[in-house]
């Protein structure tokens, strides 16, 4: 399986390929938050004063160092957006789908140009990601939670591959007997998962990395071995990754070229000249 890396702005580079040439389209974009974008990392310092306790009882002291970042302020966010998403949608193949990563900020407005662009009735899902990570506002209730809407080309004929669909604990296993209990059941529309934090194994350094473990669900679901996906938005390149694991071809943009860094580090492969 092979995966590549293209630095540029997406618009341009998603033009050179043919039309109907993928079959799945992940675009996570800058949500328009009106704040940079930036990883922290934690690092512990030796240090015998120090509140962190680690191996043979050493102590650390630990604080938040900066990572790269990016801007993420657009006056006018769907100027930006739309001709992307018309772009991912000409590349998608007449049984693709595509997905769409948002936050609660802008979800709203680009849902409306979404089915302006691509039609209401081939809008199938509004997945709800829910996390339980982090600070606790006390001033309204946290917003723990990313919106993923997805477009299939064909509303009648797309790949949802049931038999992919991983299981999940029940809520109240003693409600529906120890044999239901074991095998768990599947999720619904809101997928619990918890955020790549800041400690995390899957942590690239790259701010906004999502969770492999969501585009997983997504590429094996809606998708089939050697099937060619698409991320322009690519930031660390968590889509590829999932394509590698999985046996599916995948073309990464980046405008970065700190992002471009990261994703050849992480998936092993050289950007293309
Ligand atoms: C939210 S992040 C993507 C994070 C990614 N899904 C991951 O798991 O690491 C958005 C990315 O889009 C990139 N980006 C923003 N505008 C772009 C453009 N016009 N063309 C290509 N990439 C762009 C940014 O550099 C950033 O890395």
């Known amino acids: 399986m092979a995966v590549q890396i293209h630095l540029g702005d997406n618009l341009d580079v998603m033009r050179r390929f043919s039309t109907g040439s993928f079959h799945l389209a992940y675009l996570d974009p800058p949500f328009n938050t009106g704040r940079r974008q930036a990883a922290t990392r934690i690092r512990g310092t030796p240090d015998p004063d120090g509140t962190r306790v680690g191996f043979r009882g050493r102590r650390y002291r630990t604080e938040r160092v900066s990572g790269p970042s990016f801007e993420d302020t657009f006056d006018d966010y769907?100027?930006?957006?739309?001709?992307?998403?018309?772009?991912?949608?000409?590349?998608?193949?007449?049984?693709?789908?595509?997905?769409?990563q948002l936050d609660w900020r802008e979800v709203h407005h680009v849902k409306v140009l979404a089915d302006a662009l691509f039609g209401?009735?081939?809008?199938?899902?509004?997945?709800?990601?829910?996390?339980?990570y982090g600070g606790?506002?006390?001033?309204?209730?946290?917003?723990?939670?990313?919106?993923?809407?997805?477009?299939?080309?064909?509303?009648?004929?797309?790949?949802?591959?049931?038999?992919?669909?991983?299981?999940?604990?029940?809520?109240?296993?003693?409600?529906?007997?120890?044999?239901?209990?074991?095998?768990?059941?599947?999720?619904?529309?809101t997928w619990w998962h918890t955020i790549v934090g800041p400690t995390s194994r899957e942590r690239t350094g790259w701010p906004t990395q999502k969770p492999l473990g969501i585009l997983e669900r997504i590429v094996r679901v809606h998708s089939a071995p050697g099937d060619r996906l698409l991320d322009p938005f690519a930031g660390s390149g968590t889509l590829g990754e999932a394509a590698l694991r999985l046996g599916r071809d995948a073309v990464l943009v980046d405008c970065d070229p700190r992002a471009v860094q990261v994703m050849e580090r992480r998936l092993g492969v050289s950007a293309c000249p």
């Open 136 to 189: 606790r506002s006390r001033r309204r209730w946290p917003a723990k939670h990313g919106n993923i809407l997805w477009y299939a080309k064909n509303p009648r004929k797309y790949t949802f591959r049931a038999e992919e669909v991983d299981r999940i604990p029940y809520m109240a296993p003693e409600l529906v007997g120890a044999e239901k209990a074991a095998r768990g059941k599947s999720p619904t529309d």
């Open 120 to 132: 209401r009735r081939r809008f199938l899902n509004e997945i709800i990601w829910a996390w339980d």
């Open 78 to 100: 769907p100027a930006f957006l739309g001709p992307r998403l018309e772009e991912a949608w000409r590349l998608l193949d007449p049984s693709g789908s595509l997905f769409l």
